[in-house]
Structure formats: structure tokens, C-alpha cells
């Protein structure tokens, strides 16, 4: 995932210290694998090596599941990548209580 589009699925979650695979929904991180295992077979298959074959090969991956992505989106209608939250808010710690003394 291109780092701004990474940030940019972080905002439309809320998120900020938290891992963005942790909120995802399943169809988001299924699409997901898709870009990495696409990226890896073609990568393999290239004999990639170095920056520049690696990142074509990531490109090609990613290029794949995005189009899996829009046919999901134009066959159901709905957007796959949502500002949904699959995981429950932080708790936030309760700061500790110190124990009254009788008359204090």
C-alpha cells in the first residue's frame, strides 16, 4: 500500500498509534493479501532483484487487487474500505485511587 493511501485509510479509521491491519474488515484484508501474494509471485517469476524490478512487480500486485476491489464495489454497490473500526476502542486506563484515611 502507497504510504499516503496508508495514511490516508488511517484518518478515515481515526487512528494514529494503532496498527491499521487490526481495524480492518475481512474483505479489506483479503484484498490485501491479494496485493502481497500478487506482488511475491510476480516478483518471483521476474527474478526480481533490486529496487527497481521489486517495485514494478509491487505496482503489478497492487494493480491486481485494486481491480478485484472495484469489481467487488460495482457488483455490491458498497464501498470495501470503510471508516469502520473491526477492533474495540483503547480502553483508557483508570488513573489509581489512593485509599481515604477516616476524617480526610
Do not use: C, W, Y
Not at 502481497?36 to 497492487?62: D, W
Not at 454497490?77 to 477492533?87: A, D, I, K, P, Q
Amino acid at each position: 500500500m502507497v504510504r499516503t493511501h496508508h495514511q490516508r485509510d488511517k484518518n478515515l479509521k481515526g487512528l494514529k498509534d494503532q496498527n491499521l491491519r487490526d481495524h480492518m474488515s475481512e474483505a479489506e484484508l483479503i484484498l490485501t493479501a491479494l496485493a502481497e501474494l500478487s506482488t511475491r509471485q510476480i516478483a518471483e517469476a521476474r527474478n526480481a532483484t533490486g529496487f527497481g524490478p521489486n517495485a514494478q512487480a509491487s505496482h503489478k500486485g497492487g494493480a491486481i487487487a485494486k481491480r478485484a476491489r472495484q469489481e467487488l464495489e460495482a457488483e455490491t454497490g458498497t464501498s470495501v474500505v470503510t471508516g469502520e473500526n473491526f477492533l474495540p476502542p483503547k480502553k483508557e486506563k483508570a488513573l489509581p485511587t489512593s485509599p481515604k484515611k477516616d476524617g480526610i
